[in-house]
């Protein structure tokens, strides 16, 4: 069974920097697209960015120039570099994969379990 596994969340400082890691595992597949969205408590869980297999990155428009997408598709692994952070990045950060098992099969999505990022003195 497919399963995403963030890391690299945590407390830190108004101004300061993060990064952020999702590896998905569990079985043979391919990742047409994998991404970061972020849901504060009360709020709706809203993108944060996505990259493609090819490398082709979309951006939520407010979070441009801040935070950058890349990722390892030798490794299964998505990262998120997160700069000049402000108390209203605090969310809990989720990992999502649009994810194949055979090329001309269905596309399934899964999301991650999710990791807390605090932004706050």
């Known amino acids: 069974q497919v399963q995403l596994v963030e890391s690299g969340g945590g407390l830190v400082q108004p101004g300061g920097s993060l990064r952020l890691s999702c590896t998905a595992s569990?079985?043979?597949?391919?990742?047409?697209?994998m991404g970061w969205y972020r849901q504060a408590p009360g709020k709706e869980r809203d993108l944060v960015a996505t990259?493609?297999?090819?490398?082709?990155?979309n951006y939520a428009d407010s979070l441009k120039g801040r935070f950058t997408i890349s990722s390892d598709h030798d490794k299964n692994t998505v990262y998120l570099q997160m700069n000049s952070l402000k108390p209203e990045d605090t969310a809990v950060y989720y990992c999502?994969?649009?994810?194949?098992?055979?090329?001309?099969?269905?596309?399934?999505?899964?999301w991650g379990q999710g990791t807390q990022v605090t932004v706050s003195s």
């Open positions: 990259i493609t297999s090819r490398g082709t990155s």
């Open positions: 569990g079985g043979t597949f391919s990742i047409s697209v």
């Open positions: 999502k994969a649009i994810i194949k098992f055979y090329a001309l099969g269905p596309e399934y999505q899964y």
